[in-house]
């Protein structure tokens, strides 16, 4: 099926897939999927992307010999589906729309804009020795040239790992040499809520005494800053301009890797996680049209950054696969207010929205007048990824952000699985939404729950560790450089599954809830409880803007909960919070789920992508020490956080409370 073809028939289509449109609805489409695996995924294949050279087989996959493969002789480029097919239509229609920090200062990227500047990227990276397979690092800020820097590796086959740009030297510095970048891309620096941030000097950390490095492309930001520092540096800007804009695109096996993304926020050494080049692209397509009905000319506007795999997905590879506009989103939600979201919406006439739920947390604490100032009847769809939603925040997006008219996909997935595996939409019509439930399998996912012994838990109103049954496009292939230590985390832990590391809950209606990281789910005086399910009753209260609980050991018990709460804008902190939070876990869940101690803090020790570090939360939860210094070595490397500073903040409240 040609794009022309397909774009039309996909104006023509709601919530499900065209291709299989005679089958019905949800619950049959998605029962041919599993019994019909191999051929479901390659009659989307053939109609989704555009071949260079046509695939024969269409999978070769075992979890159990630690092989994944899919479509493995057919050849494509990865640029070329998410750009030049598009021009014929839709060459004078906006790619990008960059919103930078500062409002009213926006830039629009159409379709052949976007394939010019590409082209050149592709021709400067060539000139600095890039070939096919090299790896290229990527420290740059959402933005146009950020994402021309991703599709200029995929043009030329270059494998592209993008650092989140806010991570530490030493962070970057790691990721550098475990991927043997001998190029890195950067900028001088990125805006966030006002504040100019200098990226370039944490890159010159990074590679100072680093002779692997040879080359270093620095694009500008803030025409002021100096971005030229070392001999290895190259303006990206100049080099850009004098570059020619013909450029072929290397046909790449469907097996070859698109990208390394590391995992972060964890001991050790980071894990570069390597996606394909096909099943990657085709899961992204797909998801991203089921999944949030978006079709061509659809303004998407996922607030992820680059370096993470939302941004991957959901900003750069699925919109533009299927040739809608991406939102390329600089700021904060709070700058300069809290509707920053929603003025973004009215502006740009966005028809999806794709954010974090510890961002809608933060901006629930205020006024509803953030919100309903702006007209938001353009959306069709409010996203949430990251970690699951709770209750409040699931019912104030529905009901006061969507005017209880727009649908609300509370995603499930990893940057290990490439796209959405659990999420309340597709659905047959009719169907009901929970909140805080991802509910409902993808297409061609089999979730499975087994039991701590490896047995497969059967039935409903049943717990047990989230498995995956059937490899999908969309897995990442292996651990770059340690395929034994992918088998070992992934795929031996359970026999012949692929072993996601989270909880769930599978309902009276066959329906699934995320309980969590398995490490999140503990056993008090015999009872196994979730601590997002005391998260998510914490959040009902009134006062309380956010809360993260963890389970610390305790001698009578075995484990007990430990909560940490963030009250409401506004609201005075008081030991009558704690005391109703206590009793409000007793009356809603039980006496046993009372956590042991509840902290009133300002902040939570999260990630850059919003995800709060409950491993940071249960060192300081366990702890008796009396200073900051004692347990700070047991914390580990806690510089890539957002805001490493209210971790010592967090224990000071704890030894005064």
């Known amino acids: 099926m040609r794009t022309r073809q397909l774009q039309s028939l996909l104006r023509n289509t709601k919530r499900n897939l065209v291709e299989f449109k005679e089958l019905g609805g949800y619950s049959e489409i998605y029962k041919y999927s599993i019994e019909n695996n191999t051929e479901f995924w390659e009659k989307l294949a053939r109609s989704r992307l555009d071949w260079k050279e046509d695939f024969t ?6 979890f159990k010999n630690g092989s994944i493969s899919w479509f493995a002789d057919g050849k494509l480029n990865v ?9 014929p239509d839709r060459a004078d229609q906006p790619a990008l729309i960059y919103e930078k ?3 009213g200062t926006e830039e629009f990227v159409s379709y052949a804009q976007l394939h010019s500047l590409v082209n050149r990227f592709a021709n400067v990276l060539k000139s600095k020795g890039v070939k096919k397979g090299d790896r290229v690092a990527i420290y740059y800020p959402v933005s146009p040239l950020g994402v021309a820097a991703m599709l200029a590796c995929a043009k030329i086959g270059a494998v592209h790992s993008v650092v989140f740009a806010g991570f530490s030297a030493d962070a970057l510095r790691q990721r550098i040499i475990d991927a043997d970048c001998r190029v890195v891309i950067c900028a001088d620096g990125t805006y966030r809520g006002g504040r100019y941030i200098n990226l370039k000097s944490v890159v010159d950390q990074a590679i100072e005494n680093l002779d692997l490095v040879e080359t270093v492309l620095v694009g500008t930001r803030n025409p002021e800053a100096q971005k030229l520092t070392t001999g290895k540096d190259v303006d990206l800007d100049q080099a850009l301009e004098s570059a020619s804009d013909n450029c072929e695109s290397e046909p790449m096996n469907a097996e070859d890797p698109l990208f390394l993304l590391y995992t972060s926020g964890s001991t050790g050494k980071p894990k570069g996680l390597v996606h394909s080049q096909a099943g990657y692209l085709l899961y992204a397509a797909v998801t991203t049209s089921a999944v949030f009905d978006c079709q061509p000319g659809d303004r998407f506007g996922c607030v992820a950054d680059i370096g993470w795999i939302t941004g991957h997905t959901y900003t750069v590879y699925g919109p533009l696969v299927n040739g809608a506009v991406s939102l390329l989103f600089e700021s904060v939600p709070s700058y300069p207010d809290p509707g920053r979201y929603w003025a973004t919406v009215e502006k740009y006439n966005l028809t999806q929205f794709y954010g974090a739920p510890t961002a809608y947390r933060s901006l629930l604490r205020h006024s509803n007048e953030f919100i309903e100032k702006y007209d938001r009847s353009s959306l069709k769809r409010i996203g949430s990824v990251g970690e699951p939603i709770n209750t409040e925040a699931w019912e104030w997006l529905h009901h006061t952000v969507g005017s209880s008219k727009v ?12 796209g959405n595996m659990i999420t309340p939409v597709p659905c047959d019509e009719g169907a009901a939404f929970k909140p805080g439930s991802a509910q409902r399998p993808f297409y061609g996912i089999e979730p499975v729950l087994k039991s701590a012994d490896g047995k497969t838990v059967e039935g409903n109103s049943v717990d ?5 049954a059937k490899p999908w496009p969309g897995i ?3 651990i770059h450089g340690d395929h034994e230590r992918f088998r070992n985390v992934y795929l031996n832990v359970f026999d012949d599954v692929y072993t996601t590391g989270d909880g769930a809950h599978r309902d009276v209606d066959g329906e699934y809830t995320i309980t969590g990281r398995m490490d999140d789910v503990i056993n008090v005086s015999g009872h196994r409880l979730g601590t997002a399910e005391v998260e998510d009753c914490l959040a009902q209260l009134e006062f309380i803007s956010e809360a993260a609980v963890v389970g610390i050991p305790e001698e009578t018990k075995g484990e007990v909960p430990y909560a940490f709460i963030i009250l409401k804008e506004g609201v005075i902190d008081s030991s009558e919070h704690k005391l109703l939070a206590s009793q409000h876990v007793a009356k809603v869940i039980a006496k046993f789920a009372v956590p042991q101690d509840t902290i009133i803090v300002d902040g939570l020790p999260k990630t850059r992508s919003g995800k709060i570090m409950r491993r940071i939360l249960r060192k300081l939860a366990a702890s008796s020490v009396q200073t900051f210094a004692e347990i700070a070595p047991e914390l580990g490397d806690i510089s890539t956080l957002a ?10 409240k704890k030894c005064q409370s």
């Open 407 to 418: 649908r609300i996909a509370d995603t499930w997935w990893q940057t290990e699985t490439g």
């Open 476 to 478: 990442a292939r292996t």
């Open 57 to 62: 087989q269409v999978s070769n996959s075992c």
């Open 643 to 652: 805001e490493p500073e209210v971790v010592e903040e967090i224990f000071l």
């Open 79 to 87: 640029f070329d589906n998410c750009v030049t097919r598009h021009l």
């Open 101 to 103: 920090d500062e409002p």
């Open 464 to 468: 047990g560790a989230l498995c995956i």
